[in-house]
T-cell receptor, first 111, second 117 residues
Framework: GQSLEQPSEVTAVEGAIVQINCTYQTSGFYGLSWYQQHDGGAPTFLSY????GLEETGRFSSFLSRSDSYGYLLLQELQMKDSASYFC????????????FGKGTKLSVIP | GAVVSQHPSWVICKSGTSVKIECRSL??????MFWYRQFPKQSLMLMATSNEGSKATYEQGVEKDKFLINHASLTLSTLTVTSAHPEDSSFYICSARDSSRGFREQFFGPGTRLTVL
């Protein structure tokens, strides 16, 4: 089966940096994505890593190590609006490339 | 671009009735659409994968006769919850993949909150 593990909750101070880790066990793994979801809203795409290394998009960076089955999302210069749930999700399987989500990490940014 | 809409955004129905939820890709063609359900404070669970013009592929444990999926065109997929019961109350989210962009990114609809009384 497919499984992704990430911390359930993280609290950080406004302006700080926070890292959300994700370990995965998936067969036919293609890549790791990160999605943000505010309460009551739809998930929005943040990043995708297919290869090892760091991908940077503004204040957000994502890292993947395929040999370690591990990735993380790094959020810099935290803002109050970053308070949301963050899901790592793995692409796997031939054909339809299904996306399997982790259980999500609820990030609370405090003043 | 890459907008996915869902209708309705919320619905309340009586137990035993059927509810249809529409998912549309507004500015791109989606050969593949996905239906998820999400319980409060939990993750998104894939229910089924819908390919245009063919039968949907359901995940283990999802009753295909209860959750009817139709993907009749490249921009529309529908999920019908038949004979709904209170335990079907959930947040249903569809997503679509832009065929021209490969599988890197899935675009999610705003979700439909279903409450069955």
């Amino acid at each position: 089966g497919q499984s992704l593990e990430q911390p359930s909750e993280v609290t950080a101070v406004e302006g700080a940096i926070v890292q959300i880790n994700c370990t995965y066990q998936t067969s036919g793994f293609y890549g790791l994505s990160w999605y943000q979801q505010h309460d009551g809203g739809a998930p929005t795409f943040l990043s995708y890593n297919a290869l090892d290394g760091l991908e940077e998009t503004g204040r957000f960076s994502s890292f993947l190590s395929r040999s370690d089955s591990y990735g993380y999302l790094l959020l810099q210069e935290l803002q109050m609006k970053d308070s949301a749930s963050y899901f790592c999700a793995a692409y796997s399987g031939a054909g339809s490339y299904q996306l399997t989500f982790g259980k999500g990490t609820k990030l609370s940014v405090i003043p | 671009g890459a907008v996915v809409s869902q209708h309705p955004s919320w619905v309340i129905c009586k137990s035993g009735t059927s509810v249809k939820i529409e998912c549309r890709s507004l500015d791109f063609q989606a050969t593949t659409m996905f239906w998820y359900r999400q319980f409060p404070k939990q993750s998104l669970m894939l229910m089924a994968t819908s390919n245009e013009g063919s039968k949907a592929t359901y995940e283990q444990g999802v009753e295909k006769d209860k959750f009817l999926i139709n993907h009749a065109s490249l921009t529309l997929s529908t999920l019908t919850v038949t004979s709904a019961h209170p335990e079907d109350s959930s947040f249903y989210i569809c997503s679509a993949r832009d065929s021209s962009r490969g599988f890197r990114e899935q675009f999610f609809g705003p979700g439909t909150r279903l409450t069955v009384l």
